[in-house]
T-cell receptor
Framework: DGGITQSPKYLFRKEGQNVTLSCEQN?????MYWYRQDPGQGLRLIYY???????QKGDIAEGYSVSREKKESFPLTVTSAQKNPTAFYLC?????????????FGAGTRLSVL | EDKVVQSPLSLVVHEGDTVTLNCSYE??????LLWYKQEKKAPTFLFML????IEKKSGRLSSILDKKELFSILNITATQTGDSAVYLC??????????FGGGTRLMVKP
């Protein structure tokens, strides 16, 4: 089955703790993205990567970090510097390379603060 | 700064009704407009529109783009309870990035 897998589905963070959200895809897509969704709002871009070993900040990158060491994987770390991390986090991927950019999404991780 | 605005914010209808969802945008270097349906978790892709005036259709759902007036509409005819979801509009601009609107929450009552 081809698709995007996010884990865990639910995550709790303590004060001062860094947590990492996993995103894996087997669609052979070059581009991957992380979004944050707050209740009743649309998606805001945190980070994106158009190719392995390269990534760019999105609109709300402060307090987050990413890596792209493998084509299939794009983990997101929510650091202690992110003061309001409670949200629904969505990972997406697309073919990339300047082609029409249909992004396909994983099922999301819901992060809450203890 | 790219901007996408959806209206209405929310909508309650009864099964069998027809609904029209709106999406207006201001985007530098427009490439495409996309509609997604989000039920509980992952947004699922509905349509991609690139040309004005050409209707895309899938079953009871259809969508059209007006690049002169900078908007798109998503129509759902003969609504069913399974159509209840948040509908997201996104526009692709420079750099292949998507800018999302805030969504329209549709509830279809039996």
């Amino acid at each position: 089955d081809g698709g995007i897998t996010q884990s865990p589905k639910y995550l709790f963070r303590k004060e001062g703790q860094n947590v990492t959200l996993s995103c894996e895809q087997n669609l052979n897509h070059d581009a991957m993205y992380w979004y944050r969704q707050d209740p009743g709002q649309g998606l805001r871009l945190i980070y994106y990567s158009q190719i392995v070993n390269d990534f760019q900040k999105g609109d709300i990158a402060e307090g987050y970090s990413v890596s792209r060491e493998k084509k299939e994987s794009f983990p997101l770390t929510v650091t202690s510097a992110q003061k309001n991390p409670t949200a629904f986090y969505l990972c997406a991927s697309s073919i990339g390379g300047g082609l029409q950019n249909i992004q396909y999404f994983g099922a999301g991780t819901r992060l809450s603060v203890l | 700064e790219d901007k996408v605005v959806q209206s209405p914010l929310s909508l309650v209808v009864h099964e069998g009704d027809t609904v029209t969802l709106n999406c207006s945008y201001e985007v530098t270097n427009f490439r495409s407009l996309l509609w997604y349906k989000q039920e509980k978790k992952a947004p699922t892709f509905l349509f991609m529109l690139t040309s004005s005036g050409i209707e895309k259709k899938s079953g009871r759902l259809s969508s059209i783009l007006d690049k002169k007036e900078l908007f798109s509409i998503l129509n759902i005819t003969a609504t069913q309870t399974g159509d209840s979801a948040v509908y997201l509009c996104a526009v692709e601009g420079a750099g292949n990035m998507l800018t999302f609107g805030g969504g329209t929450r549709l509830m279809v009552k039996p």
